[in-house]
């Protein structure tokens, strides 16, 4: 069960948000980075020197590759190890999957960025914010990345951070080490661990792939900058790069261009300091839970569950949220959280979100076990619902404004099952916007499939689009 990090102190959001700290979840990780672009305009007072901070180790980086003779020596091998950044998953932050668990930077990546610092500093351009961007250079890296790069550095600051938080707050705390310094940090009642706040004011959403072929806009600033370029390079650009762009060509490309690379550079430099909007929620990264929670507290799961459980009965359960899901949404209360103030659709996260949200609130009540994301090696499936390990079946949330909806359901869900070894799956589709050529298209697939094999994915399709209240329609 997603919980926040108030939830576990036992104080509330707004005492957090006063002193500044982000109200994460303690179990799962929330699509939040830290911006190294905020460090220098961040209000919180240990993250006073953040900046000039984060400089000076990347300045230790230049200088030690500026000394370098050839790849592999002394100095290459030190400046090396410095770009190896564990994750600090005590934070909540990140892209991981099912849990708060990440990769960070290893010796395998740190060894291909180091190459690539060194070539970029031959060609005589030695800024400090390429290691920002080295998300839009470096096949790999993104903006979570370049998170626990960022938190790795100034986990000094973060620490003396948590450690006031927590006496102002008066909640259980436990001790951490840093470099023989010890912080009394805020205490996760749970695992009896510490908890390492980040302030908010140095927060930004992580970009999020809306199908499968567009993967690479997770990587760092990859799309903004792209779009920054675009009217630089013009023409050349476009054919350069064609649908999608890979990081060598644009490497490539900047490198024999310094004063391109100076021009980009410089773009970013004067870009907005501004932090995530938490106020407002734009990507509804924090209001999911609780609209969720409400919603299944009023509309409680409806369902009688037979025990023990079978592959019918979960089925049967399956069905059921789905078919919650599917009223709550067109019933015109929980589409409103598809849609942003001005009716635009959000992206397809937020009916992930609010899925995932109904669908754990309706498995704690039955005792059953939902992994959000679950990644068994063929990619990420968005949820998995299981009872135990022989019982699992997966469920794969899309929008019809997704390009690749008929392929993931064709070609994509079944590798998800192969992977997680689940005997049902389902796809449920938001509609969202005139789309109904491609849901028709899709429902013609599924009939063709179930003629020539006796197993394909259940189909839902729910109606997310505005409508009017039932007093307008009927007038």
Same mark, same amino acid.
Do not use: W
């Given at each position: 069960m997603p919980t926040r990090i108030s939830t576990i102190l036992g104080v509330s959001t707004a005492k957090l948000e006063k002193l500044g700290a982000f109200d994460g979840f303690v179990d799962i990780d929330s699509r939040f980075h830290v911006d190294p672009h905020l460090l220098a305009a961040s209000a919180t007072p240990e993250l006073k020197d953040a900046r000039s901070h984060f400089e000076k180790h990347f300045r230790q980086i230049q200088k030690l590759l500026n000394h370098s003779k050839k790849a592999g020596d002394p100095f290459w091998r030190e400046a090396q190890s410095r770009l190896i950044f564990p994750e600090t998953k005590e934070t909540g932050l990140g892209y991981s999957k099912n849990d708060t668990g990440g990769s960070g930077i290893g010796p395998d990546l740190a060894a291909r960025l180091t190459a690539l610092a060194k070539q970029i500093l031959d060609a005589g351009i030695d800024d400090i914010e390429i290691f920002e961007l080295m998300g839009l250079f470096q096949e790999n890296v993104g903006a979570d990345r370049i998170s626990d790069m960022t938190v790795s550095i100034l986990l000094p600051q973060l620490l003396r951070f948590s450690e006031r938080v927590a006496k102002t707050l008066k909640v259980p705390t436990v001790s951490m080490q840093y470099d023989g310094t010890s912080f009394d940090v805020p205490k996760n009642t749970r695992t009896r661990k510490g908890l390492i706040l980040v302030p908010r004011d140095v927060l930004k959403t992580l970009p999020v792939a809306e199908d499968w072929s567009d993967i690479d806009r997770v990587s760092s600033h990859n799309a903004s900058l792209r779009r920054r370029v675009n009217p630089i390079i013009g023409a050349t650009w476009k054919r350069a790069t064609g649908r999608s762009v890979p990081k060598s060509t644009l490497r490539n490309t900047l490198l024999k261009n310094v004063e391109l690379f100076e021009e980009l550079l410089a773009k970013y430099r004067g870009k907005p300091k501004s932090s995530y909007d938490f106020v407002n929620d734009p990507d509804v990264q924090i209001v999911w839970h609780?609209?969720?929670?409400?919603? &299944?507290?009023?509309?409680?799961?409806?369902?009688?569950?037979?025990?023990?459980?079978? *592959?019918?009965?979960? $089925?049967?359960? !399956? @069905?059921?949220?789905?078919?919650?899901?599917?009223?709550?949404?067109?019933?015109?209360?929980?589409?409103?959280?598809?849609?942003?103030?001005?009716?635009?659709?959000?992206?397809?996260?937020?009916?992930?979100?609010?899925?995932?949200?109904?669908?754990?609130?309706?498995?704690? &009540?039955?005792?059953?076990?939902?992994?959000?994301?679950?990644?068994?090696?063929?990619? *990420?499936?968005?949820? $998995?619902?299981? !009872? @135990?390990?022989?019982?699992?079946?997966?469920?794969?949330?899309?929008?019809?404004?997704?390009?690749?909806?008929?392929?993931?359901?064709?070609?994509?869900?079944?590798?998800?099952?192969?992977?997680?070894?689940?005997?049902?799956?389902?796809?449920?589709?938001?509609?969202?916007?005139?789309?109904?050529?491609?849901?028709?298209?899709?429902?013609?697939?599924?009939?063709?499939?179930?003629?020539?094999q006796s197993r394909v994915p259940d189909l839902v399709v729910v109606d997310g689009r505005l409508q009017k209240s039932a007093s307008k329609r009927a007038r």
């Open positions: 609780e609209i969720t929670r409400t919603l &299944a507290a009023a509309a409680p799961f409806d369902f009688t569950i037979n025990t023990p459980l079978d *592959p019918d009965e979960i $089925k049967k359960v !399956v @069905g059921a949220i789905c078919a919650n899901f599917k009223r709550l949404v067109e019933d015109n209360r929980l589409s409103r959280l598809l849609h942003s103030d001005n009716g635009k659709p959000r992206r397809e996260k937020a009916a992930q979100l609010a899925f995932f949200g109904l669908a754990d609130a309706y498995c704690q &009540a039955n005792d059953l076990d939902v992994s959000p994301e679950a990644d068994g090696g063929a990619g *990420p499936v968005d949820f $998995k619902l299981s !009872v @135990g390990y022989q019982y699992r079946s997966t469920v794969e949330v899309k929008l019809s404004t997704n390009k690749d909806l008929v392929k993931g359901f064709e070609v994509q869900l079944p590798g998800y099952d192969k992977a997680e070894r689940a005997f049902h799956s389902t796809y449920l589709v938001v509609q969202m916007g005139s789309n109904d050529e491609r849901i028709k298209n899709l429902r013609k697939g599924r009939e063709a499939a179930l003629k020539k």
